[in-house]
């Protein structure tokens, strides 16, 4: 996986500043108690809607176990339709793929639909430096290009951004990527979405180059689907000469029948719709419509790793819809920049670490980054269980060693130790009730601090039990 967030601090630092931020937990809180509640009225319109779920986990269930089966017959379905694929272990080899391809076109721009696998693999900052131009077409997503800034949202990736940041942004920045922003822009909703229309339109029909991923490919047909509902995503797969699709190998369904369950949850677990605005489909090439050149980078970046792992390999399952993190309560307060990667909140929390490992101390601390009260999984439209991932994720990276598990470990068996010998337990028990009075209120070392900075440790009694029932009940 990409190493675009590694370096950022632990989940527990970054989130501590997050969370002195007013403005911010405003922002979060606004918009997640919005689309949680809209979306709670959009799935109970369903009698059916807990067989829809079912029937969602067993397709992506089945089609894991079966993946590189499926994954053949949908290269032999795409080349048969006229597309290219081609097939990336890693970020690395995808973003060479990538450049080679838009280099063979000669453009030095292109547009993009937004795509959570590019930037997993930081496309966008690899063809900067190979002097290419990739400009962001989705609305929320231009937003956080404009602004230097990362996505904060899965779905609504300038979920941390109110109108009137918005704005500045489009006053201050657009004119640095093409069309300025209108005179007197103001932070209403129409127009700002104006000014962002202007400001794409250009791009749209110079473009010569099309960048995107995939909600679902299709491997019968060798079909595959993009869904959203503001049109960009429609511009960009029709009107450039070249289109190249950045896909993980995990968004594969093996038919048209397994899409149609999948085309019921996801609208209404995301944006609460009953069904996407625009739903794109395209099957290779046709003379005359569309792109007359397609590729296909078929993404692994450590999901073959995640999908050896029994537990963990639920993760895969997802669609992508950012129910999980909108029922969250740390997600709500911490926002996505604390968990250091593209994928935040309770699903980033099982997926980052399979895909980049546990040896960087921001993916260590990720499993750690939930309270474990179940809502993600209530609310998951393909019933991954992630408590039980994180928990599972937990055991691994103690087993590992990371920091603070070493003294943990450590602890752990000095007290096994003292347990196992009951005179030394009552002469450690006799010493500590004598001391209690010089005993601090707070335990040295950054682990045993983070739990007796917000906790008062008890009071030691003034004789220990054994001699109190020795005297008293002997």
Known sequence: MSGTFVGMPAFPEAAREAVGDPTLRANLRHATHTIRDKRARAVAELDDWAALREAGRRIKDQTLRHLDTYLLQLEESVT????????????EEANRIVTELVRATGETEVVKVKSMATQEIGLNEHLEAEGIAAYETDLAELIVQLGE??????????????????????????????????????????ELAEAARLHLREKFLRARVGISGANFMVAETGTLVVVESEGNGRMCLTLPETLISVVGIEKVVPTWRDLEVFLQTLPRSSTAERMNPYTSMWTGTADGDGPTAFHLVLLDNGRTDALADEVGRQALRCIRCSACLNVCPVYERAG?????SVYPGPIGAILTPQLRGTASEVDASLPYASSLCGACYEVCP??????EVLVHLREKVARE??????????AVKAS?????????????????SAARKALPRRLPGPGARQWTDHRDLPELPEEPFRDWWRKNRA
């Open 401 to 410: 060693g990371g920091k603070g598990h070493r003294l943990e470990r450590a």
């Open 336 to 340: 996505g920049h604390a968990y250091g």
């Open 416 to 432: 096994t130790w003292v347990l196992d010998h009951p005179g030394a337990l009552a002469t450690g028990e006799r010493l500590a």
């Open 149 to 190: 800034d990362r996505p904060s949202h899965i779905l609504v990736p300038a979920i941390h951004r109110n109108r009137g940041e918005i704005r500045d942004i489009f006053r201050d920045r657009m004119g640095h990527w093409g069309r300025p922003a209108p005179e007197g822009l103001s932070d209403t909703p129409a």
């Open 80 to 91: 048969a339709a006229g597309g290219t694929v081609h097939w990336a272990a890693d970020a």
């Open 382 to 387: 393909v019933a991954i269980d992630i408590p």
